[in-house]
């Protein structure tokens, strides 16, 4: 009995000195929700800023390689207990990621969280820089707040004016971001490529296509892909040759084809889409082939013109033509990302091992040299199920 009441006491006095060591009260936190990456290169990024009328960064460290920018939003004012602008922005330099947040220690009132991280967008300058982009790819993967369904984007320009733009009733630019993406499901033309897809393919390929995004003063646009290689980026896919990538790998959802039949622009909608990719060997070639089939609606004729739209033939010649419209869209992108960038963007080496090990045994050593040579071949099946309502 005596022994039981010691027990009894040492389990209460465990609970009690239980607790949190590294608490930080949540209005302490700085509550990231969007991240900007860019080069650093002293002279022309000093001269710009001043032109700009922005603010110069610290040269304390003529070894600064990165500059890095936060927006978190004002936690106070949104929940209407505060004043002030809807976010607040800081950027810093440094050697190295982890430098800059440490640095940020020195200056910022809130200790800061990634937890809610929506976005990562690098400048182009660094996307092409490897040893920075392999650098910042590695802090990323190995940060235990940043979670693999966020998104990261590429931009033409430098990634610290995508966080500077007034987005309208968004005060977390971060989640504005995350609801344009949510376009994709009707929209095609931009990649979908989240971060976990981009670190996998990286590992397995070496190769990814990251979203695109540009910036002007109110608002953002995302459309488009970078192309990275050998960690770095080498070039980009305009919207168009995204979308038909994506129809390509099998993610594009929905789309909308515009078609010219009769001297009439045909807008076709595709509400549904399925693409199965099968790799084979013929007389020694390679070849890639894509069946694909869509189901899609009219959405637009000419006003006046009774019946054609229920005239069999009509329709038939229509879906006809959205195939073959999209089949010389994948052609094309097939051969820029095989021959100008050769870049196995549809990670056609993993398809190999993991479907026909016994050719991937054979051509394994030399899928550098033989990618670029690979046949492709590509059948759209389309369908159009629906014309509107017309006379």
Not at 30 to 56: H, N, S
Request: aromatic share 6%; hydrophobic share 40%.
């Amino acid at each position: 009995m005596h022994r039981e009441k010691i027990l009894l006491l040492l389990l209460i006095m465990t609970i009690g000195a239980t607790g949190c060591w590294d608490k930080v009260e949540i209005e302490n936190r700085a509550f990231v929700t969007a991240v900007a990456i860019d080069k650093f290169e002293p002279k022309k990024d000093q001269e710009a800023r001043q032109e700009e009328g922005k603010a110069k960064v610290p040269e304390d460290s003529p070894s600064n390689r990165y500059i890095v920018t936060y927006a978190y939003p004002n936690t106070g004012l949104i929940a209407g207990k505060g004043e002030g602008e809807p976010r607040f922005q800081f950027t810093a330099t440094g050697k190295t990621i982890s430098d800059i947040n440490n640095g940020l220690a020195t200056r910022m009132e809130g200790s800061l969280f990634f937890g809610h991280v929506k976005l990562i967008v690098l400048g182009e300058s660094l996307a092409k820089d490897e040893q920075l982009m392999r650098e910042v790819l590695d802090a990323i993967e190995r940060s235990p707040q940043i979670g693999r369904k966020i998104s990261l984007m590429i931009t033409p320009g430098t990634a610290e004016d995508i966080l500077a733009v007034k987005a309208p009733q968004e005060p977390a630019l971060g989640l504005y971001i995350r609801n344009i993406i949510e376009q994709q499901k009707r929209t095609a033309r931009i990649a979908d490529a989240d971060l976990g897809y981009i670190l996998r393919s990286l590992h397995e390929s070496k190769a990814a296509v990251v979203p695109r995004i540009v910036a002007s003063e109110k608002e953002v646009k995302i459309a488009g892909a970078a192309v990275l290689k050998d960690y770095k980026q080498i070039g980009w896919l305009g919207e168009l040759e995204t979308r038909a990538l994506m129809f390509m790998m099998n993610k594009a959802g929905q789309a909308n084809i515009t078609v010219e039949m009769d001297k009439i622009l045909l807008p076709v909608h595709i509400y549904h889409a399925s693409t199965d990719i099968r790799i084979e060997e013929k007389d020694g070639e390679i070849y890639t082939i894509f069946d694909i089939s869509m189901e899609g609606e009219l959405q637009q004729h000419l006003f006046e013109v009774k019946g054609q739209t229920y005239d069999d033939k009509y329709l038939k010649k229509l879906e006809k033509t959205v195939s073959k419209e999209l089949e010389q869209q994948i052609q094309d992108v097939y051969k820029k990302i095989q021959k100008e960038y050769e870049t196995d963007l549809l990670q056609l080496n993993e398809r190999l091992r993991k479907n026909k090990p016994d050719l991937w045994e054979k051509v394994k050593k030399q899928w550098d040299e033989i990618y670029p040579r690979t046949k492709m071949a590509v059948h759209v099946a389309t369908e159009i199920r629906r014309i509107g309502v017309s006379r």
